[in-house]
């Protein structure tokens, strides 16, 4: 088998960029059953949040110009013309001189143009002493200051976090249409290959611990996995499982039988499975280079490698990104990274990509990065990491010391 022309890390972002669509299978979904879900149409705020003007604290809602000059050292004098309560509209009005007593989040009774913190004053029997002054605005949250009617509160694929949720639930909106939950097919391949839960090796047999740690990222991003099991390096088995699963799912993803050998059938058995068929067969990149993605009648098919810390970088980089897109969800051009000083030189090699993983950990209030040393086929880096640096191909290594990007696991 020969590889293709081998695409960059930043190729391979662009042509993921082009050719995954976004799905178009949407669903109406109930607020309290949409987290994690990405928005398939924008919400668009119907009403003002808040609805009324209210205060930030607990204090004296106030006419601001009469609290100037208030100091400790010479107080000013307020008559205390009544108090508003939770979930009431205030009776009482402030006039020149008066202060009306409010909790957090109460209405602003008319009049008022700011509120002073309940800290900032001595209730004497009705003669309010203030001992700061505060401006017009102060402590309050005018009507429609946080979401205003008529503003698009959220754009189409954007992915329902809680805080998203909140905002939604402040409107009253109960359902939202949602792009529906993506389905990823799994498939190991390899005579080696065993199940996981096999109790005792025979010589030679590996057990598939990839389809735990590929379905468990899957699963991080609100994906369901259906398993296919393991096939032998058989092409006419490998052909038909790898096309019953197809069939089922958004998503295929194979793993192993990505390398070169007389025995590796994927580039084949994805090419069999539709048109255009792959688009890239080979990345610049240290561990992974050996990574086929192709598109298949519409739908994505991901060759990873079968060493598993390769599989699980290749997937973080490149599988997260094609079912982020393949979602709805709009996305920023990378992954996201944090930056952390790294703890020693690392050197690299010009025109290939290389990711390290790192422990990270915070000394006198930075991030530091520290290498993983381990051959890449070992398991344990994978567990003893937080995360992979990305010594960019432009770059003949890293200085320690250097503030470099860093892909945190989540």
């Given at each position: ?23 178009e ?55 205390l013309?009544?108090?508003v ?36 004053c ?6 309010l002493?203030?001992?700061k ?20 509160l ?11 949720l ?18 990823v ?39 369901d ?10 092409f ?12 089922q ?50 739908k994505?098919?991901?060759g990873?490698?079968g060493?598993p ?46 990711y ?16 993983i ?35 945190a696991?989540?």
């Open positions: 088998m020969q590889f293709f022309k081998v695409k960059t890390v930043e190729e391979t972002f662009a042509l993921i960029e082009e050719k995954i669509p976004a799905t299978a949407a669903e109406v979904r109930e607020l309290d059953r949409a987290l994690h879900y990405i928005l398939a149409e924008p919400v668009t705020a119907k009403e003002n949040v808040p609805g009324f003007d209210r205060s930030t604290v607990d204090g004296y809602a106030v006419r601001a110009k009469d609290t100037y000059g208030s100091s400790e050292s010479m107080p000013g004098f307020l008559t013309a009544g108090e309560k939770m979930g009431e509209v205030p009776t009482d009005e402030v006039s020149s001189g008066k202060a009306v007593y409010v909790p957090t989040g109460g209405m602003l009774p008319a009049g008022s143009d700011s509120v002073i913190m309940i800290e900032h001595e209730d004497l029997d009705g003669l002493n203030t001992y002054q505060v401006a017009p605005g102060e402590n309050i949250i005018r009507a429609g200051e946080d979401i205003r009617e008529g503003e698009v959220l754009e189409k694929g954007v992915k329902l976090r809680p805080q998203e909140g905002a939604l639930a402040s409107l009253g909106i109960t359902h939202v249409t949602v792009y529906r939950k993506l389905t097919g799994y498939l190991s391949s390899g005579d080696e290959i065993v199940p996981y839960h096999t109790e005792k090796l025979l010589a030679g047999q590996i057990r598939d611990i990839n389809y735990l740690t590929i379905a468990g990222l899957a699963s991080e991003w609100n994906v996995v259906i398993y296919g099991g393991i096939v032998k390096d058989d006419a088995e490998f052909q038909a499982r790898a096309r019953e699963l197809y069939e799912t958004d998503c295929l993803i194979l793993s192993g039988g990505s390398s070169v050998g007389a025995k590796d059938y994927t580039t084949d058995v994805i090419q069999s499975l539709g048109e255009p068929g792959v688009f890239v067969h080979g990345i610049s990149i240290k561990p992974g280079k050996p990574t086929i993605l192709a598109m298949a009648d519409g994505p098919v991901i990873l490698p060493h810390a390769s599989a699980m970088i290749i997937f973080r980089l490149f599988g997260e990104r094609i079912l982020r897109r393949l979602s709805g969800e709009q996305l920023e051009r990378k992954p996201e990274r944090i930056f952390a000083k790294i703890t020693k030189n690392i050197p690299s090699s010009m025109g290939r990509s290389d390290i993983r790192v422990r990270l950990f915070e000394n006198a209030g930075e991030w530091w990065a520290e290498p040393i381990g051959k890449s086929g070992l398991i344990t880096t994978l567990v003893k990491s937080d995360g992979i640096v990305e010594i960019s191909s432009e770059k003949e290594g890293i200085s320690q010391g250097e503030s470099v990007p860093v892909i696991s989540r």
